[in-house]
């Protein structure tokens, strides 16, 4: 199969954005993390509720058997052939192979990456072509490969990808004493440096707790069409960044402003604000071990009672869009991915209290003393758990306890540090707890489900005590088909077929919809500044297509590598942006580690260093060359 008939296949993953013109800007694909958040901006003065809608009645959609293997289409040998740009070096002075690129597959094979779960073999053929001998199929793989994954240097790494590489073909297995004892080697490894094939290399000596700098590789990917001699880093999230954005010491940046600091920002004449996509957005992660959450009608008064296009506001302000469809997924793909019958039979809780309160006694709960008890006469009390340093998170989850304080429940709001929200997802050691609740990066909507659905989020046939939110995979649509989420989500994302994956999809919509395991409560949509002439120029105008991209995709990154962006004449050929990067001295500059400076950073500055091998473009749903020159699957 040529690239050409690949890209047809994959022409449903284009986001529907055409609606979505750029203006100002939201916050990040994944959730912003601040030292210390801006206090929440005040909630604005309800207005009247919508008429209440009622729900659909369920009706039969199409039952899946089993979910299918991620077979070949018809005609594909599963080989995924990828050839690299020739004349490309590390900033060591070697130069870029397929031996850096297959090297560090192995690696990534005793990491258990992701990428081997679709993965039978990676082959350099020759010096400048890799050979990915695929064991199936499905978005996601391409995504990995072509996109997300980035390669190491073999002249600092040789010694362990090629002991990876033995220890794979001798067909052993990832917990193995021998890989393990390797990968303990391996992060041991604490170099000097971190070489980059990409345009930028970070300078070890200015790395203090306030800033670093990337300095120049003149052999790295486009370095002559690339004018900025350095990129200036500052230490910080949201709260440390807003002064230097008010300062013009930054020109661009992808933290989490609240609506305070994006009206602050649109004072200055020079600032303009990038509104797009990011495919993400927060909601409420009921604890099912905990009553009374384990009611699928608590859950839902939870949803009517709930005016989301308010959260939104208090949130994000014009970058928070509330749920429309609440379908699990991003509304723009909603209409690309389920059908009109599936779309109508979707609830979407229109804010009605009077819908809530009848949901609640039909079970027994009662109001005393205008707060609502259980049917065991017990108070409903809980705490809704959210990382206290995500600004929008936090006012999110402060103006959801205030609207069910409002309602009669005793709601309140625990704050814990962003760095602990991996341990709270798998422990489940909370009431409510307030994570992603849409994730379209990579663009399929499985992606979002298989987020928050699958273990160590939601765990609930482990055999230990960390189930997660613990909802059971084994559920009933409302027509009464049985179903297995895992099977669903196997099938959601099998093949590269979009109509074979859409039955399944829609039946992950419904049940998401009907039982509510996740109460989204909006789309999160970018608010990044850029400085216009400060120290850069060239930009292109906010209704260029690029800015169809999420942030993942980064649209200020395509610009800087492409040689798009100038630097003002005059100035110091600098580009100043700021990421909470890892502290000295808890870094260390190994590419593997968990703890790897130059892999924790951010936008645009990650890719100046580890340029993708293609950039995905969400406006026409297709991968286009960087460092890579092409590829073929056949």
């Not at 297995?173 to 990968?183: G, I, P, R």
């Not at 819908?355 to 049917?375: C, R, S």
Request: glycine residues 6%; hydrophobic residues 40%.
């Amino acid at each position: 199969m040529k690239k050409s008939a690949l890209l047809y296949l994959l022409v449903i993953f284009a986001v529907v954005l055409a609606a979505c013109s750029p203006a100002a800007a939201p916050t990040p694909t994944q959730a912003p993390a601040q030292p210390q958040p801006a206090a929440p901006t005040k909630a604005p003065d309800p207005t009247k509720a919508p008429e209440p809608t009622k729900a659909p009645e369920p009706t039969k959609v199409p039952e899946p058997t089993k979910a299918p293997d991620a077979g070949l289409p018809e005609g594909v040998s599963n080989l995924l052939t990828v050839k690299l740009r020739q004349g490309i070096q590390w900033s060591d002075g070697t130069p870029f192979t397929a031996k850096d690129l297959a090297g560090t597959y192995n690696i990534y094979w005793a990491k258990s990456d992701a990428s081997w779960g679709y993965l039978k073999d990676v082959v350099a053929k020759d010096d400048y072509t890799v050979e990915f001998q695929m064991s199936s199929l499905a978005p996601r793989a391409l995504r990995l490969i072509l996109r997300a994954n980035q390669a190491a240097p073999y002249s600092q790494y040789a010694k362990w990808m090629d002991q990876a590489g033995a220890l794979r073909k001798q067909g052993l297995k990832t917990d193995s004493d021998e890989v393990k004892k390797l990968l303990d080697d391996l992060y041991a490894f604490k170099p000097e440096t971190a070489p980059t094939y990409g345009p930028y290399v970070v300078d070890p000596a200015s790395i203090t707790e306030a800033q670093l700098e990337l300095i120049k590789n003149p052999g790295g990917y486009n370095a002559d069409g690339i004018d900025f001699e350095k990129i200036l880093v500052y230490y910080g999230e949201t709260a440390a960044t807003v002064p230097l954005v008010l300062a013009n010491e930054i020109d661009y940046v992808t933290h989490g402003f609240t609506p305070s600091d994006v009206q602050a920002f649109q004072a200055m004449p020079n600032i303009q604000i990038v509104r797009g996509p990011t495919g993400t957005g927060p909601g409420l992660w009921f604890n099912q071990a905990k009553a009374p959450f384990e009611k699928k009608e608590v859950r839902q008064a939870f949803a009517y009672i709930i005016d989301r296009d308010e959260n939104a506001k208090v949130a994000l302000g014009e970058s928070g869009r509330a749920l429309k469809y609440m379908a699990g997924f991003t509304d723009l793909q909603v209409q690309t991915w389920l059908n009109p019958d599936t779309i109508a039979k979707l609830n979407p809780y229109a804010k009605d209290l009077a819908k809530a309160e009848e949901l609640l006694t039909q079970i027994g709960f009662k109001k005393d003393n205008g707060k609502w008890v259980d049917d065991q006469g017990q108070p409903i009390k809980f705490e809704l758990s959210v990382p206290s340093d995500f600004a929008d998170w936090l006012g999110s989850a402060e103006n959801a306890a205030q609207q069910l304080k409002a309602f009669g429940f005793d709601a309140s709001v625990r704050g814990f540090p962003s760095s602990e929200r991996a341990t709270v997802q798998k422990e489940g050691k909370y009431d409510i707890l307030v994570d992603l609740s849409i994730y379209y990066n990579p663009p399929h909507p499985q992606t979002s489900f298989n987020y928050y659905l699958t273990a160590p989020r939601n765990n609930p046939e482990s055999k230990d005590a960390l189930k997660g939110f613990n909802w059971s995979w084994k559920q009933q649509l409302p027509d009464g088909t049985a179903v297995y989420v895992p099977d669903l989500l196997k099938g959601a994302a099998a093949g590269l077929d979009p109509e074979a994956q859409k039955p399944f999809i829609a039946q992950l919509s419904i049940l998401v919809n009907e039982e509510l395991p996740v109460l989204s409560l909006f789309e999160r949509f970018a608010n990044d500044p850029i400085n216009i002439g400060t120290r850069v120029t060239g930009w292109l105008p906010l209704d260029d297509k690029i800015y169809k991209n999420s942030q993942s995709d980064n649209y200020i990154s395509y610009q800087l590598l492409n040689g798009m962006l100038k630097p003002v004449e005059g100035s110091d050929m600098s580009f100043h942006t700021s990421w909470p990067f890892p502290q000295p001295p808890n870094y260390d500059l190994n590419f593997f580690t968990s703890s790897s400076l130059p892999v924790a950073l951010g936008a645009p500055e990650y890719h100046a260093m580890y340029t993708p091998l293609f950039w995905y473009l969400w406006d026409g749903a297709k991968y286009e060359a960087a460092v890579a020159e092409s590829y073929e699957l056949k």
